[in-house]
């Protein structure tokens, strides 16, 4: 799918996750709730258009859904009384290889210039640019269910919208050795890609499973499990570019843990030892 681009031009701070996007003011965020929510497709018949359809089909509760095609997105996206759900391809000026990742966007309609002035509700990185639709089909369902509870709670607390953005929901880190965490073995790190390597720094629940194990634990909504949503930059551009790690809740869609991380040789893609030494410290 040809996506839209975003590239922010500023330093990722350390301290969030941050797109060009603006925060949605109170009134945009009441008139996201009032919305009906166009789900951006390819004009192409693709893979995207497949996995994003049954998706929100399945879960998509908090507004109205329509289905629009990317063609009509500009004629469109200027009306508030509508929101959008869109894939975009985002880079960051801190990423010197210039990768580019694959974000959901949950964007407020709004009459301006540019899609990156339209008010953002939520973002959340997907997959690196480029791979493979059915690789992160699986990621679909827990990230929309996470967006949704998202903007539920700006709606009833606006002063939390900008708050640290993503990173603000570590501080249901204290929770997290209360749960099972699950782990696909390609989203470690080669120095805890084991049992063994793990249970040395986290001695709480945690398995290395199947995507299909996973996959049932998202739709089983398995009580009291975390599985692991990482985004890094893909084979093209494998040792450079953003790590993004988020723990989500099957039953609850709470996020418990979000961090990223500029991959270099001591920092390699996938969850690190200092993750696992975060999580353990409670």
Known sequence: ?????????????????????PFPTGAEISQFM????????????????????????????????????????????????????ILTETSFERDKSSTYYNFLNLLQGK????????????????????????????????????????????????????RRYLRYYNKNVPEVPGRTILLRQDDLSPAVNTIEKIRALYKYDVRIVPEDTIIRAISGKLPRTLVLVKVGPGTENKGHGFCFKMLIGTDDNNMYYYNQH???????????????KRLARF
């Open 1 to 21: 799918m040809r996506k839209f681009l975003i590239a922010a031009f500023f330093a990722l701070l350390p301290a969030a996750l941050e797109s060009q996007a």
């Open 34 to 85: 009032a919305s009906t929510t166009c789900v951006v497709l390819d004009d192409a018949n693709s893979a995207y258009n497949a996995l994003i359809k049954k998706a929100v089909s399945k879960c998509w509760k908090i507004t109205k859904l329509e289905y629009i095609r990317k063609s009509e997105f500009e004629k469109t996206r200027k009306d508030p009384a509508r929101s959008f759900l």
């Open 111 to 162: 009459n301006v210039d540019k899609i990156g002035e339209m008010p953002e509700i939520c973002a959340v990185p997907l997959s690196p640019a480029g791979e493979d639709d059915l690789d992160y089909g699986y990621r679909l369902e827990p990230l929309l269910n996470f967006m949704q509870k998202h903007a539920a709670m700006i709606s009833e607390d606006p002063g939390l919208t900008g």
């Open 262 to 276: 500029l991959i270099d040789s001591n920092n390699p893609d996938g969850l690190l030892p200092a993750d696992l």
